[in-house]
């Protein structure tokens, strides 16, 4: 044993040992990560007006809007699949009221297509109407409904708001200045200012950056694979399939009774008009959602006098 702890130590002593591991191989280079640049394009209209891009001023603050919506890829992926269900009904309006296709953009800059929106000056809805303006334009809010998120008829009151405010201003861009800080605003900026250029024109910060990001939804929406947004057609979302029915009630009557009337459930008909606030619709005329091929049977409850 002596013998054998010697000449242990004598190898030890030499350097003797076991062999140290292989070196691990070089790593390979770690290539640089490379982002596209996108350009604001030189040639830009909104409502067929131009967009002056050859003012530096006025490309800047595009520019800034059209990159934080062009790297916003969630919120644009976003926009691009919720369009494929709402864009159809509001072209069809916009066309019927002989306005500016481009005038769709106002309601994903307002809202992002979220039905249930709402602002911290207690705007609601896809088109954002605070409340007394949804008053000048019929639209009901009270503690059971609120139209104002009624896609539908907001819809046709937002149009008819951005109409009038096109024939107070004579101008698209300054329309829908008028349409986020309120027509008086503008007016008394125009005045105070001796500006009639909504480009030139100082307002309030919110809204000097409103008109830019339509229009920079607008460029991205119309092109969105030429900014790296190629999204299967099958992951867009499809346009509500729903039957709509009128009706009127004497009593107040439970949403759950409308549910049952249709043979779904209750979050189904909540979910296709967001505008019925509580559990209870009380006495009055409804035009109301149901799911697809239940128009018939939700009629025939109706003149049993199931529902009220």
């Not at 201003?169 to 027509?183: D, H, K, P, R, S």
């Not at 119309?222 to 947004?229: I, L, N, Q, S, T």
């Not at 296709?272 to 049977?297: C, E, F, S």
Request: charged share 25%.
């Amino acid at each position: 044993m002596v013998v054998i702890v010697a000449l242990l130590l004598a190898f030890l002593a030499l350097g003797v040992g076991p062999a140290p591991p292989p070196a691990p191989p070089p790593a390979e280079p770690v290539q640089a990560l490379a982002f596209p640049y996108f350009r604001v394009p030189e040639k830009v209209t909104l409502c067929g007006e131009p967009v002056p891009v050859n003012d530096p001023d006025v490309r800047e603050d595009l520019d800034r809007e059209f990159t934080i919506i062009v790297w916003s890829r969630a919120q644009s992926t976003m926009w691009l699949k919720r369009a494929q269900r709402y864009f159809p009904v509001i072209e069809r309006k916009i066309m019927m009221q002989h306005l500016p296709p481009d005038l769709k953009y106002v309601a994903v800059a307002e809202s992002d297509f979220r039905p249930k929106a709402r602002s911290s000056a207690g705007a609601q809805g896809i088109w954002q109407f605070i409340p007394p303006t949804a008053q000048r334009f019929q639209l009901k809010a009270n503690s059971a409904v609120d139209e104002r998120l009624d896609f539908f008829a907001a819809t046709d009151a937002a149009l008819r708001y951005l109409k009038q405010l096109h024939q107070m201003f004579n101008n698209w861009t300054l329309a829908l200045a008028a349409y986020n800080c309120g027509e008086a605003r503008v007016r008394r900026e125009m005045a105070a200012q001796g500006v009639s250029d909504y480009y030139h024109l100082s307002l309030p910060e919110e809204t000097e950056r409103y008109v830019h990001r339509i229009i920079a939804a607008k460029l991205i929406m119309e092109d969105p694979a030429r900014y790296g947004f190629d999204i299967p057609p099958d992951q867009l979302y499809p346009p509500v399939a729903a039957d709509d029915v009128d009706f009127a009630i004497t009593k107040e009557v439970p949403v759950k009774t409308l549910a049952d009337a249709c043979g779904t459930y209750y979050k189904t008909i909540k979910r296709l008009n967001p505008w019925i606030k509580g559990t209870t619709l009380p006495p009055g005329a409804y035009h109301l959602l149901v799911p697809k091929g239940t128009r018939a049977r939700f009629k025939d409850a109706y003149t049993k006098g199931q529902i009220g």
